[in-house]
């Protein structure tokens, strides 16, 4: 069954890093797209980084860029993105996005994994 899987979300103090997972099951993410979204309470969902599968090209959203790194750990399977530097306000369930290309529109991705949990406070 084809299904994609975040992992690696928790609560943290400001200031703190983590990194967060993305697996692919039933299909390979070499050549694919791969974006990270994250949903704040009481807020829409927003494009947060994303990796190109044709050229690795990065892209990131100006409120994170210089503290989280998108990644790819193995060039089939798996991504992360290392979040150092946690802010309150990056406080939201983060969703891994497997696509054809980078975009900020999530609409053009074709799957999405169910979410994993990033708290961030004192």
């Known amino acids: 069954q084809v299904h994609v899987v975040e992992s690696g979300g928790g609560l943290v103090q400001p200031g703190g890093s983590l990194r967060l997972s993305c697996a692919a099951f039933?299909?390979?993410?070499?050549?694919?797209?791969i974006g990270w979204f994250r949903q704040a309470p009481g807020k829409e969902r927003e494009a947060v980084s994303c990796?190109?599968?044709?050229?690795?090209?990065?892209h990131y959203a100006d409120s994170v860029k210089g503290r989280f790194t998108i990644s790819r750990d193995n060039a089939e399977t798996a991504v992360s993105m290392q979040m150092n530097s946690l802010k309150p306000e990056d406080t939201a369930v983060y969703y891994c996005?497997?696509?054809?290309?980078?975009?900020?529109?999530?609409?053009?991705?074709?799957?999405w994994g169910q979410g994993t949990r990033v708290t961030v406070s004192s």
């Open positions: 996005a497997v696509g054809s290309r980078c975009t900020y529109l999530d609409y053009e991705y074709d799957y």
């Open positions: 039933g299909f390979t993410l070499d050549y694919k797209a």
């Open positions: 990796i190109s599968g044709t050229d690795g090209s990065t």
